[in-house]
């Protein structure tokens, strides 16, 4: 499982021209399933989201963690193009990436784990759809973790 996160001061998500959802300070997940990810992956990733010091302190430094941000939220957008393969020709692979029930179960399941994890509404897209993310990263910060690559 594949997670980009992006720091935000806001994330807007739009499908057919409609404000789907939104969130202002935070931080915008885009979130991609391979075929045998887990419980285990999905456990790894809310955990290590949610404590990754990604927040700036007074002094300026990136001190502070999702839970030390009251006014904090968080989005996730499906994107199963975080697993790419491009090492051969022009066009992207997707092999790798998870068949879309798997895919969206644990999708589904990862919104589930960080709303109790926060104990807070996540923001989502609608996983499959024709989406325009729009954002302003803050930093710009942007941080890639793979559940595959665990250092707890």
Same mark, same amino acid.
């Given at each position: 499982?594949?997670?980009?996160? #992006? ?7 739009? $499908? %057919? ?5 939104? $969130? ?18 999905? *456990?790894?990733? *809310? ?5 990754? @010091? $990604? ?7 990136? %001190? @502070?963690?999702?839970?030390? $941000?009251?006014?904090? @939220?968080? !989005?996730?957008?499906? #994107? ?11 066009? +992207? ?6 068949? +879309?029930?798997?895919?969206? !179960?644990? =999708?589904?399941?990862?919104?589930? #784990?960080?709303?109790?994890?926060? %104990?807070? @509404? ?14 302003? %990263?803050?930093? +710009?910060? *942007? ?8 250092? =707890?």
């Amino acid at each position: 499982m594949r997670a980009l996160i #992006q720091r935000v001061s806001e994330a807007t998500v739009v $499908i %057919n021209k409609r404000t789907k959802d939104k $969130i202002e300070k935070g931080l915008l997940i885009f979130l991609g399933v391979e075929e045998g990810d887990t419980i285990e992956d999905i *456990t790894y990733l *809310t955990y290590k989201i949610t404590r990754m @010091r $990604i927040f700036a302190d007074e002094a300026g430094k990136m %001190n @502070r963690c999702f839970h030390d $941000i009251l006014t904090a @939220r968080i !989005m996730v957008i499906s #994107q199963f193009t975080l697993f790419a393969d491009t090492r051969k020709g022009n066009r +992207p692979s997707f092999i790798r990436a998870a068949r +879309p029930e798997f895919a969206r !179960m644990m =999708y589904e399941m990862f919104v589930l #784990q960080l709303e109790k994890e926060t %104990n807070n @509404r996540i923001a989502v897209g609608e996983f499959g759809a024709d989406m325009k993310v729009h954002l302003v %990263n803050d930093g +710009p910060v *942007t941080i890639w973790l793979d559940s595959k690559f665990k250092d =707890y």
